[in-house]
C-alpha cells in the first residue's frame, strides 16, 4: 500500500533560504509513497498583484508588516543582531518541507520522481488561465560588471506570462523595469536585492512594454532547489548546491525526470522549491523564469547494503536520470562545508572555479563508467571524449556547477556489474 499527501505552501511548511537538519518535518512517507507540494517562488514579490495578491498561500507565505513577518527567518545567517532581517540573507529560496523518509539513513539513497509539473495560476481577477514569473538580472550574474548601455550597474525585472491550462507551452514576456531602492516593512532601506521577499514598490519603478516582443520562450517546468538535509550544520544556505543537491539549477529536473540523493542523515528530510517556468543552461544573469509550481513527486529509498550492482553503487552526490540520458553534476566543491571548513558558507563563491567543477565532474563521471559499466579508466576517458556531452549547469550559485550528459543508447545491453 502507498499513500498520497498534499503538502500547501504556507508558514508553517516552508522554510526559507536553508537547509536544516534541525527543522521539524512536515510530512511523513514511506518508500513507494506519493506527494503533490506546491512551491513558492521567491520573487513574487517583484509583482504583487500577479503572483501574490488573492492567493491565500502566497500572501500568507509572504505576509509582512511592522508588527510580524510571517516567516521570521529568511536565509541561514544569523538572527540575533541582523541588520537586514532574521538570517541576513544568506540563503533566499523558499522550500516546502522538509519531508521525513521512514527508514532512511546515512549511507542510503533517496529517488525522488517527478512525476507532473504544473504552474500555479495568478489570482488577478483579469489574468484567469494565466501564470506569471520573473527574470532578475541581478547583481550576483554574470554580466553585472559588464555592461555597456547606461544606467549601470543596475538590476533589471523582466515579468513573463505562461498559460496555466497547458494549451500553450512558451512564456512571452509582459515588461520590465530597472530596480529602484526598496524599504521593508522593517524600515530598512535595501539598495538592491539583498534580502528575500521585499516587495516592490511600483510606485518607484518605470515599466518598460515593448520588451523580447515577438518572441516565444520555450516552457522548461523545473525545480531549480531539490535534495535533503546535510550532515555537516544546522543551517544551510540555500544557495550554493553540494553534495544532498540543492540548488543544482538544471533545467532537466522537470516532469519525466528522476533525481537520485545520497542520504546524510536520518529520515533524510526532503525539502523542493526555487520554481521555474523555464531556463537555459548557466542561469547567466543571476536567475530564470522564476514562477511558482506545484508538482508530483513519488519517493523511494534505496537501503545501502542493496547498492552493489546497481547504478547507485558508490553514488555520493546528486544524480539525474531521464528515459535516455544520466546527468551527473560537477561543483568546484563536492562538498564545500567540509572541503572549505568553518567559513564555507562566506567563501565558497570567491573560491569556485569552472575548472574544478569540470575536474570533479569528470572524475564523478569515470567513476561512473568504471564501476557500473565495468569500463577501464583508459576506455572511460575515451568515451568521454567522443560521446559525453559537458556543459555549465550555473555560473551563479557559489559553487558553480558542470553537468556531464550520458546517453543511454551508448549502451544497448546496459550492462552493470
Known amino acids: 500500500m502507498t499513500n498520497h499527501c498534499f503538502i500547501p505552501a504556507n508558514p508553517e511548511t516552508v522554510h526559507w533560504g536553508y537547509f536544516s537538519k534541525s527543522v521539524a518535518p512536515v510530512a511523513r512517507v514511506t518508500s513507494g509513497d506519493f506527494a503533490t507540494i506546491e512551491a513558492l517562488t521567491h520573487h ?11 492567493d491565500p498561500g502566497a500572501e500568507s507565505v509572504y505576509g509582512w508588516t511592522p508588527r510580524r513577518k510571517n516567516v521570521s527567518r529568511r536565509g541561514a545567517g544569523r538572527v540575533d543582531g541582523a541588520d537586514r532581517g532574521a538570517g541576513e540573507g544568506l540563503g533566499v529560496h523558499l522550500l516546502t518541507g522538509p519531508i521525513h523518509v521512514e527508514d532512511a539513513r546515512a549511507g542510503d539513497v533517496l529517488e ?36 555597456i548601455e547606461q544606467p549601470k550597474p543596475r538590476e533589471v525585472v523582466t515579468v513573463f506570462e505562461l498559460d496555466a491550462t497547458g494549451r500553450e507551452d512558451w512564456a512571452t514576456a509582459l515588461y520590465s523595469y530597472v530596480l529602484t531602492p526598496q524599504t521593508d516593512p522593517d524600515g530598512v532601506v535595501h539598495p538592491k536585492v539583498d534580502y528575500p521577499g521585499v516587495i ?27 535534495g535533503v538535509a546535510p550532515r555537516e550544520e544546522d543551517f544551510v544556505s540555500s544557495i550554493p548546491p553540494s553534495y544532498t543537491g540543492g540548488n543544482i539549477d538544471d533545467w532537466r529536473i522537470g516532469k519525466g525526470a528522476t533525481m537520485y540523493y545520497p542520504v546524510a542523515i536520518d529520515g533524510a528530510l526532503f525539502s523542493v522549491g526555487d520554481p521555474h517556468a523555464a531556463q537555459g543552461d548557466s542561469e547567466l544573469c543571476g536567475t530564470a523564469i522564476e514562477m511558482s509550481l506545484t508538482g508530483v513527486f ?21 544524480m539525474l536520470e531521464t528515459s535516455s540520458e544520466w546527468v551527473i553534476y560537477g561543483f568546484s566543491f563536492p562538498n564545500y562545508l567540509q572541503q572549505i571548513g568553518p567559513t564555507a558558507q562566506q567563501d565558497v563563491a570567491r573560491l569556485a572555479t569552472l575548472d574544478a567543477a569540470m575536474l570533479d565532474a569528470f572524475r564523478k563521471l569515470r567513476r561512473f563508467l568504471m564501476q557500473v559499466h565495468g569500463l577501464t579508466e583508459d576506455d572511460a ?25 550520458l546517453k543511454k543508447r551508448l549502451f544497448p545491453r546496459h550492462r552493470c556489474r
Open 298 to 318: 513519488q519517493f523511494v529509498l534505496h537501503r545501502q547494503e542493496n547498492l552493489a550492482g546497481t547504478p547507485l553503487e558508490g553514488l555520493d552526490h546528486p
Open 200 to 226: 516592490v514598490d511600483h510606485s518607484t519603478v518605470v515599466k518598460r512594454t515593448s520588451v523580447l516582443e515577438d518572441i516565444r520562450i520555450p516552457a522548461r517546468m523545473h525545480f531549480g532547489t531539490m
Open 44 to 54: 513574487a514579490g517583484d509583482d504583487y498583484d500577479l503572483m501574490i495578491k488573492g
Open 381 to 405: 576517458i575515451a568515451l568521454m571524449s567522443v560521446a559525453t556531452d559537458f556543459g555549465v549547469t550555473q555560473v551563479v550559485d557559489g559553487n558553480l556547477g558542470v553537468h556531464a550528459i
Open 112 to 147: 525522488v520522481r517527478i512525476l507532473d509539473v504544473r504552474p500555479r495560476p495568478s489570482m488577478h481577477p483579469e489574468h484567469k488561465g494565466r501564470a506569471f514569473g520573473v527574470n532578475l538580472a541581478a547583481w550576483w550574474g554574470l554580466h553585472y560588471k559588464d555592461l
